[in-house]
């Protein structure tokens, strides 16, 4: 059974920084793919902030573009979003996933709150 424990969250203010971590088990983490999600009060849909590949490229959404950066460390199946710059608008919860094709896969964890203040 795949689990995903993310911590790092809090609150925040605007220009701030904060560093996500997501440790997985039950899957072999350094095949795949990684990806970091974010879902904002309200909003019903989980948004795709960043990803990162087995093989280490990066994807950033626009809005996480600059700010924000993904890593991870195989030896600990732990993948990082390292987030500077932070806006009001970055309020949210944070999930990781594993992905395939595109997709989340497996079940969502408890995610992590971020919430940035003005």
């Known amino acids: 059974q795949v689990q995903l424990v993310e911590s ?3 609150l925040v203010q ?12 039950g899957t072999i983490f350094s095949r795949n793919d990684m990806g ?6 309200g909003k019903l849909r989980r948004e795709l902030v960043a990803r ?6 990066t994807y950033y959404a626009d809005s996480a ?8 460390d ?4 732990t993948v990082y979003l390292q987030m ?18 595109a997709v989340p896969v497996y079940s969502w964890g408890q995610g992590t709150q971020v919430t940035v203040s003005a």
């Open 14 to 25: 605007a220009g701030g920084s904060l560093r996500l971590s997501c440790t997985v088990s």
């Open 84 to 101: 500077n710059s932070l806006k009001p608008e970055d309020t949210a919860v944070y999930y990781c996933n594993v992905i395939v094709a």
């Open 36 to 41: 970091w999600y974010r879902q904002a009060p």
């Open 8 to 10: 790092g969250g809090g």
């Open 74 to 77: 195989d030896a600990k199946n």
């Open 52 to 57: 990162v590949a087995s093989g280490g490229s």
């Open 65 to 72: 573009k600059g700010r924000f950066t993904i890593s991870r």
